[in-house]
């Protein structure tokens, strides 16, 4: 299957500062991403929808400034978590389509600690 | 909200075949079923897709009912390495969004 890599797999930042989680499709163009967060023991809850060129489609309830997307080329989407605070603290997970019909991949996470 | 509903937890002797099934009675007619799964602190892993035939891959079997509404993922011979929350999802074609339930969470022992 195709491969979607994060960077970086872990984070720990101080409350108030930005982090930024980058996604990128490694052996395809994707021409649409995806941003997933979890909390523990829940399951993957979809945050937005990113399609190269364009603005992100938030899901209900994502705050669109929290959480800024970017995805500025086919083979990269960037995901920055401004001002995090301890309750932004979670899993964040990227997949990517090879097209809208194809399947998606998913990337390994990212792990962030808000302090 | 996720179109499926999942029993929340199996076992399964290693060596012998996983049988998760899945609920999906409200899919309609130009939607897949996808089979995820998700082996802790990891990114959901790809296994299976169909829309209306039985379909097999290295990994795993899916059998659609005739009426689309339910499905069954079979791991043929279940090892160690396959305990993961495993995810039935009914997927839109043209939206190609994702949406999670809780999935089934299969054990495989010894």
């Known amino acids: 299957g195709a491969v979607v890599s994060q960077h970086p797999s872990w984070v720990i930042c101080k409350s108030g500062t930005s982090v930024k989680i980058e996604c990128r499709s490694l052996?395809?163009?994707?021409?649409?991403m995806f941003w997933y967060r979890q909390f523990p023991k829940q399951s993957l809850m979809l945050m937005a929808t990113s399609n190269e060129g364009s603005k992100a489609t938030y899901e209900q309830g994502v705050e669109k400034d929290k959480f800024l997307i970017n995805h500025a080329s086919l083979t990269l989407s960037t995901l920055t978590v401004t001002s995090a605070h301890p309750e932004d603290s979670s899993f964040y997970i990227c997949?990517?389509?090879?097209?809208?019909?194809?399947?998606?991949?998913f990337g390994p996470g990212t792990r962030l600690l808000v302090l | 909200d996720a179109k499926t509903t999942q029993p929340t937890s199996m076992d399964c002797a290693e060596g012998r075949a996983a049988n998760l099934p899945c609920n999906h009675s409200t899919i309609s007619g130009n939607e897949y079923v996808y089979w995820y799964r998700q082996i802790h602190s990891q990114g959901p892993q790809y296994i299976i897709h169909g829309l209306k035939n039985n379909e097999t891959n290295e990994m795993a079997s899916l059998i659609i009912t005739e009426d689309r509404k339910s499905s069954t993922l079979i791991l043929p011979h279940a090892t160690l390495r396959d305990t993961a929350v495993y995810y039935c999802i009914v997927r839109d074609p043209f939206g190609g969004k994702l949406i999670f339930g809780q999935g089934t969470e299969l054990s495989v022992k010894p």
């Open positions: 052996d395809f163009q994707a021409t649409t």
């Open positions: 997949s990517a389509n090879l097209g809208q019909k194809e399947t998606q991949y």
